[in-house]
């Protein structure tokens, strides 16, 4: 059994100054389930990482302008709980300590067995976001990341890749408002160029498959956005 058998759904920023790194990266992470960006400096990644909430950042230690060790110091600094593995050419020990120092969660050197860094991803998912792999139960739903399946009381839901998407985002969330760029940026893209009613369309969906006539299950606060409150 591979190490990434249960990375389908996982979030992971790539931040990396070298195309034909990102590129190898995103090519086999893709093809392992995950939900991939990229950025190739310091201030993207940290943009990126707004918006994208990552829940791992491979981040190089070499970047233009603002270098790897400057980012992590940012994020951990902003509370980021993302899983950061950083990426050096050089394997110094004065390196390692200073990125495990600053709230590095993990470190390599390159060149790098993908295999290995599969795994590595694994056990911080695994340590950090335990929710993310196998089931999870919340009040009447069970969600299955590794077959992308949420069952509610029960029943098995028929739901495209974006409302389970949608749903996945709105049972995490349970209880908090999200609104609708929130929304956007985190079940579409964080550049999005539609407009905001694709929200409005994807709800309505879902209350019709989840039987929330009276939308007590999904809540609408005008002006504010969406909750989910389980009972």
């Not at 790194?21 to 893709?30: A, K, P, Q, S, V």
């Not at 969660?105 to 340590?127: H, Q």
């Not at 969330?173 to 009613?197: E, H, P």
Request: charged letters at 30%; hydrophobic letters at 45%; aromatic letters at 6%.
């Amino acid at each position: 059994m591979k190490a990434s058998a249960a990375l389908g759904g996982v979030r992971i920023l790539l931040v990396d100054d070298e195309p034909h790194i990102l590129e190898f990266l995103e090519m086999g992470l893709i093809g392992e389930g995950c939900q991939i960006k990229l950025a190739d400096d310091g201030r993207k990644a940290l943009a990126a990482a707004e918006a994208f909430q990552p829940h791992v950042i491979i981040l190089d230690v070499m970047l233009p302008g603002m270098n790897g060790m400057e980012v992590c110091r940012e994020l951990k600094a902003a509370g980021s709980d993302a899983a950061v593995i950083m990426l050096t050419a050089r394997d110094e020990v004065g390196d390692r300590v200073e990125g495990l120092r600053i709230g590095a969660d993990d470190y390599m050197a390159k060149p790098f067995s993908f295999e290995e860094l599969l795994a590595r991803i694994l056990a911080r998912v695994r340590n950090q976001f335990p929710g993310l792999l196998g089931e999870v139960s919340a009040g009447p739903f069970r969600l299955d990341d590794r077959k992308r399946r949420i069952t509610y009381e029960g029943t098995p839901l028929a739901l495209s890749p974006t409302e389970y998407d949608l749903l996945r985002l709105l049972i995490q969330k349970n209880g908090t408002v999200l609104s609708k760029s929130t929304i956007l940026s985190l079940v579409w893209d964080y550049d999005f160029g539609g407009q905001d009613n694709i929200v409005e369309v994807y709800i309505r969906s879902l209350r019709e498959k989840l039987g929330d006539k009276e939308h007590r299950l999904i809540r609408t606060l005008r002006g504010a956005g969406y909750r989910l409150d389980l009972p």
